[in-house]
């Protein structure tokens, strides 16, 4: 009789049951007439006991030959274990062997991240890794339900484009036949003419730029959650931003409690993330930035540390709004009552994790929008049929970006953004 193939995750539903788990020996230990087999199937890990005096030989001698990262059959009945993570462990009845590894090269000792980063395609079977990966994909399916749920229409902006969304040279070029043409850096302008026609509209993909920079907060290739919304201007815009940071967190606290354990992260820091959350003006921040002895002056872009130093100020994520025109994008709408700021908003985690959401209201009028065309140089040609959107039709409208790594990186509670996606490119890094 065939026994039920289940997954470890779902071992709990199962005491007492014969069943069989597909996968691959973690790690191993024994204690001479006992061997403790660590096993993973990609859904999570759960402990298998051998004794010797209730295994046939061939069966014990097998569980002793197998060697790290062996992948194996393993049928056995499962039973509580109230020291185990899990609840349960299971006694093994049976090994199946189905390929045996030879010098795995991650030990169980320390090794350096350079390594770990040559063998990210290994490295990824580690708990921790493991941990991370599903937390993003929690937080991924968070977004997705809360757009989803919000009447927005994901649309997919083209990776290939001809030209600048943001007008800076960090921009990857690469031949299109017998044009030029980039990796895109932001799906923003093609979103901008969807929601035009779908109302509320959001993408989700990758996005590159090539900044020459190795800071712990940036990745070369990373992905963005870009929604734009025809008829929302700046402060709807906002609400819905904080509204969208809840509900991850939310969802990440009710579906990753045995993850966020295993990264040992400090959820106490993750639970007061409520809203509503503190919004200052780009004055406030300078001014707040000057009463810390820092030398910084109005019209300058914050850095890093400016960023950290803000937000160790609050507890939750803070908004940053109304910065100085001459930082923010062509495209940003200034602020009527006062036109040198522009009605956007930078969203800062805490914790040092800086920006995780950029947005504003758009310019929906076409002849500043002509205006800025020329004072940023841009190509009218290049940008008419972005123009278009303002002749026809033209409302007023607005959008953000969130990217990915970075809040996850954030609700990890990780060190660095490399561990928050599967496979990073980083400035000196396109290997594996």
């Known amino acids: 009789m065939a026994l039920a193939v289940v997954r470890i995750a779902s071992l709990s539903d199962h005491l007492g049951e014969t069943v069989t788990i597909k996968g691959w020996l973690h790690q191993k230990r024994s204690s001479g007439k006992i061997i403790f087999l660590q096993l993973r199937d990609g859904s999570g890990f759960v402990q298998g006991v051998l004794a010797k005096e209730d295994e046939s030989e061939d069966i014990f ?122 990796l895109t850096q932001s799906g923003q302008l093609y979103m901008e003419a969807a929601a035009m026609a779908l109302g509320r509209v959001y993408s989700f993909g990758p996005t590159f730029r090539a900044e020459k920079s190795k800071t712990r907060r940036h990745l070369i290739e990373f992905w963005m959650i870009e929604p734009e919304m025809a008829y929302v201007e700046h402060d709807e815009s906002v609400a819905i931003q904080e509204a969208l940071i809840c509900a991850i967190m939310q969802h990440v606290l009710s579906h990753c409690e045995q993850e966020l354990r295993t990264i040992g992260r400090d959820t106490s820091k993750l639970e007061q993330i409520k809203a509503p959350f503190p919004r200052i003006s780009y004055d406030e921040a300078v001014a707040f930035l000057q009463s810390t002895g820092q030398d910084f002056t109005w019209g300058d872009d914050f850095g890093a540390p400016d960023e950290t130093k803000i937000a160790e100020a609050y507890d939750r994520p803070v908004f940053i709004e109304r910065y100085p025109t001459s930082l923010k994008a062509f495209y940003m709408k200034p602020d009527p009552a006062r036109p040198e700021v522009v009605l956007c908003a930078d969203l800062l985690a805490p914790e040092g994790y800086g920006e995780i959401i950029g947005g504003s209201q758009r310019i929906d009028d076409p002849e500043l929008l002509i205006k800025r065309f020329e004072e940023h140089d841009l190509s009218k040609e290049a940008y008419a049929w972005y123009l278009d959107l303002r002749t026809y039709g033209t409302v007023p409208h607005s959008g953000f970006g969130l990217g990915l790594e970075r809040t996850v990186a954030w609700i990890c509670g990780l060190d660095h953004v490399r561990e928050t996606i599967p496979f990073p490119r980083l400035l000196y890094r396109l290997y594996p």
């Open 61 to 182: 001698a097998l569980a002793q030959s197998l060697t790290q990262e062996s992948a194996i059959i393993v049928h056995g009945v499962v039973q509580t274990d109230q020291r185990a993570k899990n609840g349960v462990e299971l006694q093994v009845r049976d090994i199946e062997l189905v390929s045996l590894t030879h010098d795995y090269p991650i030990t169980p000792k320390e090794h350096g991240v350079d390594f770990l980063m040559d063998q990210r395609h290994l490295w990824l079977r580690a708990p921790r890794q493991r941990a991370i990966l599903k937390i993003r994909a929690e937080i991924i399916r968070a977004i997705r339900q809360f757009l989803d749920s919000h009447e927005f229409t994901q649309v997919d902006p083209p990776i290939l484009t001809p030209s600048s969304c943001e007008g800076t040279t960090t921009l990857f070029h690469t031949s299109y036949f017998d044009e030029d043409a980039f």
